[in-house]
């Protein structure tokens, strides 16, 4: 049965994730993870693109890539009970997608407690 998957969409909610200093950086993508501590069994994922990242049409299109790129590597790698946020980079726009997705999953692999085991 596939895990359910929500999106944060408070500053509060990306706050906490932030807090937890636990970070994950790649190429393409700057991967955040926390365990939700609420006994939910839902993944939470955000997303975020900088000015940094460049002008709101490069933006928009990474933040539309890593979106993508979540929905097939949280199938395989995303833990229940976690919430992510993916943050864009430069090369999040250029990198190849197969690329993206596997850092996203090599992420929320590395992301996850060493005593869970992923599929």
């Given amino acids: ?52 990242v460049g002008n709101a049409v490069v933006r928009n299109r990474s933040r539309r890539r890593l979106k993508e790129a979540a929905r097939v590597a949280l199938g395989r790698a995303g833990i229940a009970g976690y919430d992510y946020v993916a943050i864009a980079r430069a090369a999040t726009q250029d990198i190849a997608f197969d690329r993206l997705v596997a850092d996203f999953e090599a992420a929320a692999r590395r992301l996850a407690p060493r005593d869970t085991v992923t599929r």
């Fill in 1 to 52: 049965m596939p895990i359910a998957v929500e999106r944060l969409k408070t500053r509060s909610q990306f706050l906490a994730v932030a807090a937890t200093r636990r970070k994950w950086a790649a190429d393409g993508l700057v991967l955040q993870a926390r365990a939700r501590e609420d006994g939910t069994s839902h993944i939470g994922i955000g997303f975020t693109a900088t000015k940094k």
